[in-house]
Structure formats: structure tokens, C-alpha cells
């Protein structure tokens, strides 16, 4: 074999949001990944990689992989050509919806479709072109709260705020464990040197969580918390700042309403009251109010943890106002906002008043909250709707039976419906259920563009990564899976669909004020971005009106995918800038801090002041993995070896009193559904908390996924999940803090 045939390609990692810039060595004639290293050139990620950096490969080598679609037979799965697939998935969804209304079909949208800039760019087209109010996605089990704070004060969900972890003196984490999943809401590669760097430059890591995790271990103070109780700890803070002079807003101080009004709000909870329910003593939350409030710059951040419980909202909410009362917020060293070099977080019209309730659940009448219906719901619009239930249901890269509550009852939901089609690459525990199974090829054979992963980064930058290996002959990226059944399902031609859409894109580009694409010709830009259909010339429009572009001057300094595609590495665009004031759409221009859609829910926390937890009582919470992403990278090898690591981990004194011993197998009730797990004693666990990670139970047995279920199987933690209690004002899914009994097994 030639070593012509074998070449160098900088790629980012499409597995998580850190996006590390990664080098892998190919053999283009037999189509083998030599090796994948830390890419030392890039200057986001220095060489640092992970472990799951070898997911490009497993995946692209698995013999598991779907790479052909697949049609359920009478005699089982049956491999078809394209036209056929599409055929059969688009008649089956219409069939339904003639007979029985638009609604009838549900769409569920999943997590890789985040890492893939034409899955982003296309799912639009997907989801309108099947007209259903019935949409879903893996945002209302992790962190749709943060959008629905966003949407209510500054008037769009996405303007998210993302620590400025490399600025920042004080580093105040909530429910996250960002040494382990490498971050989230904050793409920023290597995260444990930049902690450390904070703490060299004399700074402070406080970590808040109910176990002692990777992260905390390596910060200055670790803080047990009750599960759930978050919202009540940031209030206790927000009493210390109003009671001890200790609110400055700063320059945001001229634009944000209500303050006085959170000042009463937040009177009932004193770190005294508050102490029986976080199990957080009253003079150190005192103490980190105060510690907070000093810092030269702070920042106050919460994930899964603050998100995914019964408060979710107002404890995201508080983790905002916290930063904002303190002056930390849009400033350097506080939460700040990316600028991503596609535009998609510039200024724009003003937002209309935020309401909820547009259209509603069958069985719960739930309100959807912007533009979603909770996941919780899923399983019971289709199985106890009635006339009105989900007859059918398209799944977009994604894995709800494992991923949303109550599992168990969702994958018996599915098993009847009536007609189900998924966009995936593996037969798993949810797409078994599909009568068609639409693969995408992966990323190693498509060109990629760090769409989302530019809005959430600690410092702005640009990335295009090159395909590697030439795909199958009929093997079809995501986008054109979703242009082809959009297409078929709007009665058109996937060629004249992507037309229109693209024409459209160009059309509302153009012209917006202040960027690089005012005042350009629409004629004289489509001749430039050339006729080449799919999701790099969105990315080449979007680049070169965006706000550093080159405006379509070929010649001009900007930005254009020619100039990305001629370097191998991401470009960095700068320190994030304080741009809040000029990017939010909030109606009039001014923040209302003090939102009713949120505070509406105040009450609710109150009450729960007065009901301390019971001293017995024990509530689940999860963890994230090093080598697990979700549920989805359990069949490869490399990532699947060594002990079993579903375990449940409990505190020495529950495990005492409860009789359990480390290695051997306990039962775990909740609410609605049972499962049996090995035990994992740690006094990493705070007394009254149990934790099991989510995404395992590979046991169906008519999947393929012959590594994952050999290796690590696990249990499905959302078994567990009950799908009734919600985060009241965005309808987020309860997967932490889920009240359980524990016996041996
Ligand atoms: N209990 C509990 N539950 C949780 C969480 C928790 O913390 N605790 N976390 C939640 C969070 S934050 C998330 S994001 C969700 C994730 O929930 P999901 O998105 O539903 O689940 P994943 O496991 O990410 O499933 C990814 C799916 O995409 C498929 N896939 C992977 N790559 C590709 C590709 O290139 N093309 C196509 N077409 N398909 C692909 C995989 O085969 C798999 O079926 O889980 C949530 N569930
Ligand atoms: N290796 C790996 N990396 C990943 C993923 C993965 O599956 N594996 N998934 C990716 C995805 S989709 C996401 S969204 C991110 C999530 O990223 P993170 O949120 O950083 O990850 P988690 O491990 O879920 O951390 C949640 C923490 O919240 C704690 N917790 C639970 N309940 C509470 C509570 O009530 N209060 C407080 N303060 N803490 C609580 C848990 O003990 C846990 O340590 O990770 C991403 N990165
Ligand atoms: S941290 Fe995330 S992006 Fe970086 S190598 Fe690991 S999986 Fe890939
Ligand atoms: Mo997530």
C-alpha cells in the first residue's frame, strides 16, 4: 500500500460540545482510520482531546451501522433503495395525516442533530413540512428552562449566557460536572486548565452538588446540595445581596425592571429559611453570597442540575439574576454572549410579549412553550389520547425511549403506533419500534461547520472541517434525508423545495442593518454563492453577510467559506464582548427581570420551605460519564470496555442503613417503574442521594447493538423517571431529584 494513499486531515469533533480540533490519519484506499489525535495547532483545544475523540472511528467502522434503509418486514428488517424509502415514509405519514389530521404525527428531535450543520439547517424544512403542533426534542430533559429565561427577559431563547470561564476570578458551578462532560452551554476544550487557571490566578471554584464530583474535587469548595433545592440557595444568596447593600447592577442597571420587586420576592428566603430544605448551612451560604459579591468578576453557572428539576426555571432564572444584581453579567469575567461568525446572534426586531399556551397537550393540556411540548408527555399522546392520539411519529437522531421519562412506558407506546419512521444510524431500543429506519452517513464523510457549538463558546471562533472519506455511493448526509422527505411530503421536487428555501435564507440575509450583507445585490449574491445545493452555501451566505464577513467583496478581509476551506484549523475571532444591550429584542428595550411567566412559580418554591425533607427519604439523581455520550456510544469498543459502569452509587451511611454492599445488586422503585442495579458504595454521595447514570439498558433483544449489549448494558435510568412532575413554566422533564425507595436485590 502506497503512503500516497495515506494523508493528515484537522477536523473538529462533532461528539460534544467542546468541538476540540482533532487530526486524523487516513488510508483513503482501504477507507481505515489510522489514529486521531489532539490536533497542538489548534488554538481552541491545544491538543487536548478525550477519550470519546475515537468515536469518529468506532462509528464509522461499527458493523452494527445502519448504511442502507431499513424497511420492517413480516420476515424482519429488509434493506431498500432511496426512492423507495422515501416513498414509504412520506405515504405512510400522509396516509395518517389525511385520515386523522396534521397532528396525528409527533416529531422528536435528538442531540447529534446538534453537531451536524445540515441537520441544523434542514430541520426546519423537516418540521414545517410536516405541519404537526406535536413537536418534541431532548431540550425538555436538559436545558430548556435556560431558553425560556432567555425568551422571557431578552426576548429570544437562543441569546444564552455562557461563562467567561478564562476572565473570571470566581467560578460558582451548580449542577454541573464540566471536567466530565467537557462542558456544556460553555464550549471550551480542556476545561480542567482553564479551573486551574483560575485558581492560579488567585481565584476560587465553588461547586454546589449533591455528589462530590470530578469537577468538585478539583475545586477550592464543594458544597452538598438537596436535590432540587438550587432555586432556594440562589434566593438565600439574593436575600444577602439586597439585606447587606450588596446589589450593583452597573451599566445593566439602566435597562432592567423589577429589581424591587425580587428584593420582595426573595425576603421569605433567608439562608436560615432556606437551610432545612438545601441542607446548606446558613453562614456559608451567607458566606459565598458575600464571597460572590466581591469578586473582582464572578460568574454564577447552572446546568443539567439546575435545569432538569422540579424548579428549573426559577433556578436557571436565579442563576441569572444572581450574576446580574452583582454586576457580572454581559462583562468580562461574567456571563457573556458569542458572537457566532454565521450571525445568528446580532440584533433583530423586537420580540412580541412572550406567551405560552399557543396550542396545548391532548391529555394533560399542557401549554407548548416556545413552539415545544414537553418529552414528558410523549407516551401518553399516544396511548391515552383517544381519537386525538399520535398515530405516528418521526424520531430525528435520537433516542427517547432511553433518553425521556417513564421509558418503559414510551417504548410500549411506540411498539402502537401506527406508523413510525426514524432518521438514524443504529437499530436501538427506539427505532426497533420504526417501520423505517432513514441512515444518514456520518461525519467522517461529510464536510461540517461548528454552527452551534460558535454560540456557546467561552471565546468567539470559525470552523469548517473537511470530509475525509469519500461516502458510499448512495449514502445520503442528514440534510438531504430531511430535504428528500420534506420535499415528498410537500408534494414537490427535493430540487425546487431546496430552492425556494435557499432563496428564501438569501432573501431574509440580505439587508439586515449593520452587517457585512446590507448593501449587496441579491442577483450578484446568488451568482456567488454558486448553485451547489446543501447546507456549506447557507454556511458560505451566512459567513460572508455575517458580521465578519467580506461582504462578497472576494477581495475584502472578511470571512467566506473559500478563505475557511483554505485553513485546516478553527480561526479564533477574540475574547466574547459585552453585546447584550445591542443584541436582545425584549420589548422596548428594557429587561424585565422580574418576568411573571417565571415568578409566577415563587409560590410553589415557597411552599416547599415549610415541608423539610423527611430524614429517610432518598432521591435519585444522574451522572454523565467520561466515555459515554448520552446512549449512543455504548457499541463502540474502545469506549465500551471495562467493568459494567451503570452502577448506583450510594453514600456509606445510607448503604448501611439500608443494608447494601458495595458490588452487589439493589432494587430501585420509583413512582413508576423498577429497575435492579449493582451497587457502588461512595462517600462521594451526599446521605439521601443515590445516583445512576441515564442512557444504558441495552437488553431489548431485536436491536443491533451487539457491542453495547455485551459490554454494558446498564439499566435505563428513565424507567425511573416519573413523566408528571414538570418544571411548571417550560414543561422540563423531573430526571433529577426523582424520590426512590432502595432495597438489596
Ligand atoms: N435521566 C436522564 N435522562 C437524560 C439526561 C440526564 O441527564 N438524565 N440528559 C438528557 C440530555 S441532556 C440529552 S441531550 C438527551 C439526549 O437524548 P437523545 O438525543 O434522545 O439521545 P441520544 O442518546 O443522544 O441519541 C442519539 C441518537 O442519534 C443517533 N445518531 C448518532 N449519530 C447520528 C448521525 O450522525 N445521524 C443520525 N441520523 N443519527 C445519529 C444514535 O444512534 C441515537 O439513536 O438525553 C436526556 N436524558
Ligand atoms: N462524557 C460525556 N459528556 C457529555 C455527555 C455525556 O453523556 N457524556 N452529554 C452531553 C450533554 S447532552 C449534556 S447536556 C452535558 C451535560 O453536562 P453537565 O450538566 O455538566 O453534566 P452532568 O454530569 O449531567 O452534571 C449534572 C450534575 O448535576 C448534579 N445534580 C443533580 N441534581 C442536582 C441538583 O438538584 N442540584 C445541583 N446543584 N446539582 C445536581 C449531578 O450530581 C451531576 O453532577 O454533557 C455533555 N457532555
Ligand atoms: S471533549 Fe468532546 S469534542 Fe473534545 S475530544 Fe472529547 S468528545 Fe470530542
Ligand atoms: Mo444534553
Redesign the pocket.
Known amino acids: 500500500m502506497s503512503s500516497e494513499g495515506r494523508r493528515w486531515f484537522h477536523r473538529s469533533c462533532p461528539i460534544c460540545e467542546a468541538a476540540c480540533g482533532l487530526r486524523v490519519h487516513a488510508d483513503l484506499a482501504n477507507r481505515k482510520v489510522l489514529r486521531i489525535e489532539g490536533d497542538p495547532e489548534d488554538p481552541r483545544s491545544a491538543g487536548f482531546l478525550c477519550s470519546k475523540s475515537q468515536a469518529m472511528k468506532g462509528?464509522y467502522e461499527d458493523s452494527d451501522r445502519i448504511k442502507q434503509p431499513l424497511r420492517r418486514t413480516a420476515n424482519g428488517w429488509k434493506e431498500i433503495g432511496w426512492e423507495e424509502a422515501i416513498d414509504f415514509a412520506a405515504d405512510g405519514l400522509l396516509r395518517l395525516q389525511e385520515e386523522h389530521g396534521t397532528d396525528t404525527i409527533g416529531v422528536?428531535i435528538?442531540?447529534?442533530t446538534g453537531f451536524?450543520v445540515g441537520a441544523m439547517l434542514y430541520n426546519r424544512l423537516l418540521v414545517g413540512s410536516l405541519r404537526s403542533t406535536r413537536l418534541f426534542s431532548?431540550a425538555t430533559?436538559?436545558?430548556f428552562p435556560k431558553l425560556v429565561v432567555s425568551r422571557a427577559l431578552y426576548g429570544k431563547s437562543s441569546i444564552l449566557p455562557i461563562p467567561d470561564i478564562d476572565r473570571t476570578d470566581y467560578f460558582l458551578c451548580l449542577g454541573g460536572n464540566p471536567i466530565v462532560s467537557q462542558g456544556s452551554l460553555m464550549s471550551a476544550p480542556d476545561v480542567k486548565s482553564r479551573m486551574r487557571a483560575i485558581q492560579e490566578r488567585g481565584g476560587k471554584v465553588v461547586v454546589v452538588d449533591p455528589r462530590r464530583t470530578e469537577t468538585a474535587r478539583v475545586s477550592d469548595e464543594h458544597l452538598f446540595i438537596r436535590p432540587g433545592s438550587d432555586a432556594s440557595f440562589l434566593f438565600a444568596m439574593v436575600n444577602v445581596f439586597f439585606a447587606e447593600g450588596l446589589v450593583d447592577p452597573g451599566r445593566l442597571g439602566a435597562v432592567v425592571d423589577g429589581i424591587d420587586e425580587i428584593r420582595s420576592l426573595a425576603s421569605a428566603f433567608t439562608p436560615e429559611a432556606v437551610a432545612a430544605s438545601t441542607g446548606i448551612d446558613a453562614g456559608v451560604t451567607r458566606r459565598i453570597a458575600r464571597e460572590f459579591a466581591a469578586a473582582e468578576r464572578a460568574c454564577c453557572y447552572g446546568r443539567?442540575g439546575t435545569c432538569?428539576v422540579e424548579f428549573g426555571t426559577l433556578a436557571s432564572w436565579l442563576v441569572d439574576v444572581v450574576d446580574i444584581l452583582t454586576g457580572n453579567y454581559d462583562e468580562p469575567g461574567g456571563m457573556m454572549f458569542p458572537r457566532p461568525a454565521t450571525g445568528q446572534a446580532e440584533a433583530g426586531r423586537e420580540a412580541e410579549p412572550f406567551i405560552v399556551g399557543r396550542w396545548r397537550s391532548v391529555v394533560r393540556d399542557h401549554p407548548e412553550v416556545d413552539g415545544q411540548l414537553p418529552c414528558s408527555v410523549m407516551a401518553e399522546e399516544m396511548d391515552a389520547a383517544g381519537e386525538k392520539r399520535l398515530r405516528g411519529f418521526v424520531t430525528?437522531?435520537?433516542?427517547?425511549v432511553?433518553?425521556?421519562p417513564n421509558g418503559a412506558r414510551l417504548d410500549r407506546a411506540m411498539a402502537g403506533l401506527d406508523f413510525m419512521v426514524a432518521?438514524?444510524?443504529?437499530l436501538?431500543e427506539?427505532?426497533r419500534h420504526a417501520d423505517i429506519i432513514l441512515?444518514?452517513i456520518?461525519?467522517l464523510e461529510h464536510e461540517n461547520f461548528d454552527f452551534l457549538t460558535s454560540t456557546t463558546a467561552v471565546r468567539n471562533f470559525v470552523r469548517w472541517s473537511p470530509r475525509v472519506f469519500e461516502p458510499a455511493p448512495d449514502g445520503k448526509e442528514?440534510w438531504e434525508v430531511m430535504l428528500e422527505l420534506a420535499a415528498r411530503l410537500s408534494g414537490t421536487s427535493a430540487e425546487a423545495f431546496e430552492e425556494r428555501a435557499f432563496l428564501e435564507k438569501v432573501r431574509h440575509t440580505l439587508g439586515r442593518s449593520g452587517l457585512s450583507g446590507e448593501n449587496v445585490e441579491f442577483d450578484a449574491v446568488l451568482a456567488k454563492l454558486g448553485d451547489e445545493p446543501g447546507p456549506m452555501r447557507v454556511v458560505d451566505l451566512m459567513l460572508r453577510a455575517g458580521p465578519f464577513g467580506d461582504g462578497f467583496a472576494d477581495a475584502a478581509d472578511g470571512l467566506s467559506l473559500d478563505k475557511l476551506r483554505a485553513v485546516s484549523h478553527a480561526i479564533d475571532l477574540g475574547p466574547l464582548e459585552p453585546r447584550l444591550l445591542e443584541i436582545m429584542r425584549a420589548p422596548g428595550g428594557r429587561i424585565p427581570l422580574a418576568h411573571p411567566h417565571i415568578t409566577a412559580d415563587v409560590p410553589r418554591l415557597r411552599a416547599r420551605l415549610d415541608r423539610p425533607p423527611d430524614e429517610d427519604s432518598l432521591l435519585l439523581v444522574?451522572r454523565?460519564q467520561a466515555r459515554n455520550?448520552?446512549?449512543?456510544l455504548h457499541n463502540v469498543e474502545i469506549l465500551a470496555r471495562g467493568k459494567p459502569r451503570c452502577t448506583l452509587m450510594v453514600s456509606g451511611k445510607d448503604a448501611q442503613r439500608l443494608g447494601l454492599v458495595d458490588g452487589a445488586q439493589a432494587r430501585v422503585r420509583s413512582r413508576v417503574g423498577e429497575v435492579v442495579a449493582e451497587v457502588e458504595v461512595s462517600d462521594d454521595m451526599m446521605p439521601g442521594v443515590v445516583s445512576l447514570p441515564?442512557?444504558f439498558g441495552h437488553t431489548a433483544a431485536d436491536t443491533r447493538l451487539t457491542t453495547a449489549a455485551k459490554r454494558q448494558p446498564g439499566v435505563n435510568?428513565?424507567v425511573l423517571?416519573d413523566e408528571v412532575p414538570l418544571d411548571a413554566p417550560s414543561g422540563t422533564s423531573v430526571?433529577?431529584g426523582i424520590p426512590v425507595e432502595v432495597c438489596a436485590a
Not at 432518521?423 to 443504529?426: A, H, M, N, P
Not at 455520550?629 to 449512543?632: A, K
Request: hydrophobic share 30%.
Open positions: 462509528v422528536y435528538g442531540n447529534p451536524d431532548g430533559m436538559d436545558h443539567i432538569t430525528v437522531a435520537g433516542n427517547p432511553l433518553s425521556t432518521i438514524d444510524i443504529y436501538n427506539t427505532t441512515p444518514t456520518v461525519q442528514h444522574g454523565r455520550m448520552n446512549s449512543w441515564h442512557g435510568a428513565n423517571t430526571a433529577n
